[in-house]
């Protein structure tokens, strides 16, 4: 069974830095886009950054040059730089990809909440 954990999430200042890490684990036979998401309080689910197989990415205008997404087997990353208020919020890890004996879905993780807040 395919298990996503994302860990690193937490409580920073303005300005600050947080990197937060997805690893998946089980029989899995490829993984094809990484895709980090973010949910405000009360609000619908946004793209914040994704990475394909070949190493393309694409961020959202909102994170675009302060955030790097990478990935490195079965873990993705997100570097966070000069955080604001703005990107409080949940982030979810969601991984294109085919399990041993089961077609090619998305699995994704619990969530983890960054906070940012002077």
């Known amino acids: 069974q395919v298990r996503v954990v994302e860990s690193g999430g937490g409580s920073v200042q303005p300005g600050e830095s947080l990197r937060l890490s997805c690893e998946a684990s089980?029989?899995?036979?490829?993984?094809?886009?990484m895709t980090w998401y973010r949910r405000h309080s009360g609000n619908e689910r946004e793209l914040v950054a994704s990475?394909?197989?070949?190493?393309g990415t694409n961020y959202s205008d909102s994170v675009k040059g302060r955030f790097t997404i990478s990935r490195d087997g079965k873990t993705v990353s997100l570097q966070m730089n000069n955080l604001t208020p703005e990107d409080t919020a949940v982030y979810y890890c969601?991984?294109?990809?085919?399990?041993?004996?089961?077609?090619?879905?998305?699995?994704w993780g619990q969530g983890t909440q960054v906070t940012v807040s002077s």
């Open positions: 969601s991984l294109d990809l085919v399990e041993v004996g089961r077609s090619r879905r998305a699995y």
């Open positions: 089980g029989r899995i036979l490829s993984i094809n886009s």
């Open positions: 990475i394909l197989a070949d190493g």
